[in-house]
């Protein structure tokens, strides 16, 4: 009974906290369904009493399931959305920092990219302490600061497991969590983080250490909330109820790899977790590392990310059976992006974004003109119909089912 009245009254500061954002909501027919009476704007009549007001009250209609509530953003187009069922708003389109901050890019087009997408109306950028040992997110911190913009109006994310090559540098350790974390934020020259992903999960840490070392970091202002990243669902699940047992605080969402040939994880599992506790999705690799790109015809181009020293694993992906097999299929999508108006990348990204209990999709990108083609993908969203959905798991085959 104490977490349904907890449950209860966290929806409602939820509700409220979405109608200042969002304002009026459309009403069925598609136009302004305008205030209900009582609640919002001006009360109706004299200054009525106060039992009046309450018996004004109309509940909302619940959204279907599955839908996150979304808004969009002015000037911008982009789209927002909550962060599972927590009151964090994230642009549905994030920008993640492993290609745009790395060794391979310089630090002036990691700031025009930076730049393009902050304009844009992207307000949640990814990084971890290993990319580019520690890199990018020194280079992240530098331009956050250059730039001067409000540290309200972005989301910052980060990811511990790997910071190190000694045995206590690594892991999810209390110690790594918490050391790991400070690093990063020394790095970062921030005085804390929005969302700290736990990467991958740790047999040599129990969960109750993780869980706690995790919300320590959040009752001392390191971190304003705490993820998954790359876990099974039997694993947050775990998390969730260890967090419940002992009055702490549970994960929000899980940051998992989904593109047209990985579903499986994204469609099948984590929807079930995003109903059941409320752990939301935050996708990466929408193109399969570039895979997902008319550019592969049956070869590797030059130049291209296969191509540079360290992704040879990317390059013999490629160039294996399976990867022969989906850049054909990549080329089956072609007629259905013409057909749209836009680019297999384009649709690839729009085609994650329906996905149910997804948050955002972290892009990786190496320029601002890639960026801004890929934040094309929002008007493709639109013009994804159900039967244009079906029409694509046709060509793809790989459909993952309900094993119940």
């Known amino acids: 009974m104490q977490v349904s009245i907890a449950c209860t009254e966290q ?56 839908v996150l509530r979304e808004s969009t953003g002015r000037g911008t187009g982009m789209k927002y959305r909550n962060l599972g069922k927590s009151g964090l708003r994230v642009s549905c389109l994030g920008l993640g920092t492993w290609v745009t901050f790395g060794s391979q890019i310089s630090d002036e087009t990691a700031e025009d990219v930076l730049t393009v997408a902050y304009e844009h109306g992207i307000n949640l950028f990814d990084t971890t302490e290993v990319y580019a040992a520690g890199k990018a997110e020194r280079t992240l911190g530098n331009i956050l600061k250059s730039k001067g913009w409000r540290r309200s109006s972005y989301v910052i994310t980060t990811k511990i497991f790997g910071g190190g090559q000694a045995e206590t540098e690594r892991g999810l350790s209390r110690k790594h969590i918490i050391e790991g974390l400070r690093e990063s934020l020394e790095r970062l020259q921030l005085g804390y983080v929005d969302i700290v992903f736990a990467n991958r999960s740790d047999p040599n840490s129990p969960m109750e250490e993780i869980v706690r070392a995790m919300t320590y970091v959040i009752n001392q202002g390191l971190a304003l909330y705490w993820g998954t990243s790359r876990w099974g669902a039997a694993e947050i699940m775990e998390a ?8 702490l605080i549970p994960p929000v969402c899980e940051q998992a790899e989904h593109h047209l040939f990985q579903r499986e994880k994204v469609e099948m599992q984590l929807p079930e977790l995003y109903h059941k506790i409320g752990v939301g999705s935050v996708t990466w690799s929408p193109l399969a590392c570039g895979l997902i790109h008319s550019k592969y015809d049956g070869r590797v181009p030059d130049p291209c990310r296969a191509t540079i020293k360290g992704y040879q694993w990317l390059k013999d992906k490629v160039q294996s059976e399976d990867g022969k097999k989906q850049q054909a299929k990549v080329m089956d999508l072609l007629p259905i992006a013409h057909q749209l108006g836009c680019t297999v990348a384009q649709l690839a990204i729009a085609w994650c974004l329906r996905s149910e209990g997804v948050s955002s999709v972290l892009l990786g990108v190496s320029s601002a003109e890639q960026l801004i083609e890929h934040l094309g993908a929002l008007q493709v969203l639109s013009q994804l119909t159900p039967q244009t959905v079906v029409e694509i798991d046709g060509l793809l085959g790989n459909k993952p089912h309900s094993k119940k």
């Open 11 to 66: 929806n409602l500061r939820s509700r409220n906290s979405e109608d200042r954002l969002c304002g009026p909501r459309p009403g069925p027919g598609g136009g302004n369904g305008g205030p209900v009476s009582g609640v919002h704007g001006n009360p109706p009549g004299g200054g009525g009493s106060a039992p009046k007001a309450r018996t004004a009250m109309v509940p909302r209609p619940p959204a279907p399931p599955g």
């Open 240 to 247: 969730y109820s260890v967090a419940r047992q002992f009055n």
